[in-house]
């Protein structure tokens, strides 16, 4: 298949924040595959030493892969020097999880500002892409038959996650979903108002599942089927049902906001395919016949918001050759291929 006309050339620098993590490595690899460069910054250079030492030592090794470290994503004018000679910045990397909106929700916005005004800055950057999600968007509860556009928010997420303390673990997940409202808010309010002279674009995912490069690379959502092998369905509790879009197919879609020259101003939804988790279990069980789950849940809920997910699927068939979705079959024996069969 022919590749598509590149909004920047090969060989270009492409700057990825947080690199170690589940949708930052995997679009670090499609991004090295497709012959660019690319700047990660992590938290800890020695504990993301496994990036340059194993998965992607060759090329690392011929200097198409380097490591900055930033501890602290939110400090004014601490992207400055990562961002040179970039062609693209994505920003992918987040600030965690707390019950206090102030340890996230604050320092989400901070670290968005910093790394667009960062870019602003140099002016080898042409293209930006934000990492977003679909609490962004709306809250995930089975009654809402909301359909999800740009111009849709889940205010009622900012506005629970800021009332007054105490700051009760329970409202962890509320805090999580504002601090991705205030941060994508806060992109749209900067182009608006600054104009930057790159093209901007915001990816919201959905339950990301999918293969990871080493234990160390760990997020809430490839921990799912993991549980749910051994029989833990904690996170049933915490989330109704899921839309489970793969790690391969979210990266894709980066490296399509980012190297698109037809895309720009997009909230490009990467939702996947739906599923209660009764569902989940039996494909698991069809897959490890051998292997011993828990109990089907009574009645699971599943969800009844929608999206026009024209231009996502667009996108994957455009870079990537795909006429739909990854195969859910394959993300799920990806995220499990530590298991045996």
Not at 119 to 127: C, D, I, L, T, Y
Request: net charge negative; glycine share 4%.
């Amino acid at each position: 298949m022919p590749e598509p006309q590149a909004a920047i050339p090969k060989g270009s620098l492409v700057l990825i924040t947080g690199v170690t993590g589940h949708v930052a490595s995997q679009l670090t690899k499609q991004f090295l595959e497709r012959e660019y460069k690319v700047r990660g910054t992590v938290r800890d250079l020695a504990k993301a030493s496994w990036l340059v030492e194993d998965v992607f030592k060759p090329y690392a090794d011929r200097g198409d892969l380097e490591l900055v470290p930033m501890p602290d994503i939110t400090v004014e004018g601490g992207f400055d020097d990562a961002v040179k000679g970039a062609s693209a910045v994505i920003h992918v990397a987040t600030i965690g999880f707390d019950a206090d909106p102030n340890k996230v929700i604050t320092p989400a916005v901070a670290s968005a500002l910093s790394i667009l005004k960062a870019a602003v800055k140099e002016p080898s950057v042409k293209r930006f892409v934000f990492t977003g999600s679909v609490v962004a968007t709306t809250m995930p509860v089975p009654e809402n038959t909301e359909n999800i556009t740009k111009n849709s928010w889940n205010d009622a997420a900012v506005e629970l996650a800021w009332a007054p303390p105490p700051y009760n673990p329970d409202r962890t997940l509320i805090v999580y979903m504002a601090s991705k409202v205030a941060a994508e808010k806060a992109v749209w309010k900067f182009v608006d108002e600054e104009k930057p002279p790159f093209a901007v674009n915001v990816v919201t995912p959905q339950t990301i599942l999918g293969k990871r490069f080493s234990k160390n690379c760990t997020s809430l959502s490839s921990s799912i089927l993991p549980n749910f092998y051994e029989g833990n369905l904690e996170i049933t509790h915490m989330l109704p049902a899921m839309f489970a879009v793969d790690v391969k197919d979210v990266a894709l879609l980066h490296v399509a906001a980012a190297l698109d020259p037809d895309v720009n101003s997009e909230r490009i939804q990467a939702w996947g395919r739906h599923r209660t988790w009764n569902e989940t279990l039996a494909l698991l069980r069809q897959l490890f016949p051998n292997h011993k789950f828990a109990d089907d849940l009574p009645n699971p809920p599943s969800f009844s918001i929608t999206s026009d997910l024209t231009l996502p699927l667009a996108l994957l068939k455009k870079w990537g050759g795909q006429e739909d979705w990854r195969p859910i079959e394959e993300t799920f024996l990806d995220n499990l291929d530590h298991v045996p069969r």
